[in-house]
């Protein structure tokens, strides 16, 4: 497949380790955050989103905190797997008439056996 | 299988050239958006339809062109190709109001040679 993101930050941890993935947002006026996965050669995958009238939100081996005074976004992945291998991207979500989803740069996250 | 088609999957066409990208949204999304990504950049916002009008545009060039249609499908057309506009082409789509995720297709790998 193709590769994304040739020079993009990478996080390498071993197989049954905790991952954690940041990302620092832009507009204090964001009051939506999603987490999307990209396998190589497909589209963006939905993991979690968060309201900005939370703090923390957590799905199945995955949790999201949102640190609002610092734009600050983390997925925290339990029990990393192989199959979690990807570029992670976290989107903001503006609301104007229309809804503009600004994505950051990505996290690659590398799973070592 | 995110429910959003997008089609071709892959071409390759010469500079100056004109192609149109073809995306068909989940079955009830009103909303269509489209972004790039190319190989060292994250996902581009380029634009977002709602119900066959324009709600948000984002870096968008002016040779490129999108519209979507009563039966909700949209096209995104590209013309006087540079090489520059290699890219993966991704559409998504999500049910209209604030707040909502977007699911992406599998994308449109554009070559321009």
């Known amino acids: 497949g193709e590769s994304v993101g040739l020079h993009l930050p990478t996080l390498s941890v071993q197989e049954g380790d905790n991952s954690i993935i940041n990302c620092a947002y832009s507009n204090s006026a964001s009051d939506y955050f999603i987490w999307y996965k990209q396998e190589s050669g497909k589209g963006p995958q939905f993991i979690i989103d968060i309201r900005s009238n939370m703090d923390k939100r957590q799905g199945q081996r995955v949790t999201v905190l949102l640190n609002k005074t610092v734009k600050h976004l983390s997925l925290q992945i339990a029990a990393t797997q192989p199959g979690d291998s990807a570029v992670y991207f976290c989107?903001?979500?503006?609301?104007?008439?229309?809804?503009?989803?600004?994505f950051g740069p990505g996290t690659r996250l590398s799973v070592l056996p | 299988d995110s429910g959003v088609t997008q089609t071709p999957k892959h071409l390759i066409t010469a500079t100056g050239q004109r192609v149109t990208l073809r995306c068909s949204p989940r079955?009830?999304?009103?909303?269509v958006y489209w972004y790039q990504q190319s190989l060292d950049q994250g996902l581009q916002f380029l634009i977002q339809y709602y119900n066959g009008e324009e709600r948000a545009k984002g870096n968008i060039l002016e040779r490129f062109s999108a519209q979507q249609f009563p039966d909700l499908h949209s096209e995104l057309n590209l013309s006087s190709l540079e090489l520059g506009d290699s890219a993966l082409y991704f559409c998504?789509?999500?049910?209209?109001?604030?707040?909502?995720?977007?699911?992406f297709g599998q994308g449109t790998r554009l070559t321009v040679v």
């Open positions: 079955s009830g999304d009103l909303s």
């Open positions: 998504a789509s999500s049910v209209m109001g604030e707040n909502t995720e977007a699911f």
């Open positions: 989107a903001e979500v503006l609301y104007n008439y229309g809804q503009n989803f600004v």
